[in-house]
Antibody, heavy 119, light 113 residues
Framework: QVQLQESGPGLVKPSETLSLTCTVS????????WNWLRQPAGKGLEWIGR???????NYNPSLKSRVTMSGDTSKNQFSLNLNSVTAADTAVYFC?????????????WGQGTLVTVSS | QSVLTQPPSVSGAPGQRVTISCTGSSSNIGANYDVHWYQQLPGTAPRVLIYGYTNRPSGVSDRFSGSKSGTSASLAITGLQAEDEADYYCQSYDSNLSGALWVFGGGTRLTVL
């Protein structure tokens, strides 16, 4: 059973960089697309971007200038960096796997981690 | 404002049938991109209910079903149960002049009366 676990600071100051890591267990990160999504309190889901290990990255156009994702196959982890954060970036951040094959559906999710942007 | 439009809330009594709509446009559902549905219980991560408009993952009750019509998709839940009370989200892919990305509806809160 694939499991994902987000980790990182729960509090980030405005204008600084939000950094999160997702550790994957129960399967290799190779051969799949790994995604970051977020959900502000009481609001809907927003896709931030994805990394396909060995194949590159794609980012939400609205966040592209501030986002960087990377992967580490030796640790079976992938990471998110979001720079120049503001209060609008306060949200629960999820990492999720997209299934391989015909459908790009998020089939495994982490439990989510709350990141608050505040001084 | 979400790219995909869902009603903010629906409700029904136990045993009844409810439907949740997801309306898109020519750059997403109308462009024949797939629609998937997720259920999110309070304080938890979303889980897949329906993928590829009509397919159910193993372990999902057959009380949940999906359909498509033009630039819209729908999720139907029959035989409502108290445990169905949750938020439901549709997801698709959108490609336009601004770029391409995976998009969600704003979510629908289901209340079981």
């Amino acid at each position: 059973q694939v499991q994902l676990q987000e980790s990182g600071p729960g509090l980030v100051k405005p204008s600084e960089t939000l950094s999160l890591t997702c550790t994957v267990s129960g399967g290799s990160i190779s051969g799949y697309s790994w995604n970051w999504l977020r959900q502000p309190a009481g609001k809907g889901l927003e896709w931030i971007g994805r990394i396909y290990i060995g194949g590159g990255t794609n980012y939400n156009p609205s966040l592209k200038s501030r986002v960087t994702m990377s992967g580490d196959t030796s640790k079976n982890q992938f990471s998110l960096n979001l720079n120049s954060v503001t209060a609008a970036d306060t949200a629960v951040y999820f990492c999720a796997r997209a299934s391989s094959g015909t459908y790009y559906v998020f089939d495994y999710w982490g439990q989510g981690t709350l990141v608050t942007v505040s001084s | 404002q979400s790219v995909l439009t869902q009603p903010p809330s629906v409700s029904g009594a136990p045993g009844q049938r409810v439907t949740i709509s997801c309306t898109g446009s020519s750059s997403n559902i109308g462009a024949n991109y797939d629609v998937h549905w997720y259920q999110q219980l309070p304080g938890t991560a979303p889980r897949v209910l329906i993928y590829g408009y009509t397919n159910r993952p193993s372990g999902v009750s057959d009380r949940f079903s999906g359909s498509k019509s033009g630039t819209s998709a729908s999720l139907a839940i029959t035989g409502l149960q108290a445990e169905d009370e949750a938020d439901y989200y549709c997801q698709s892919y959108d490609s336009n002049l601004s770029g391409a990305l995976w998009v969600f509806g704003g979510g629908t809160r289901l209340t079981v009366l």
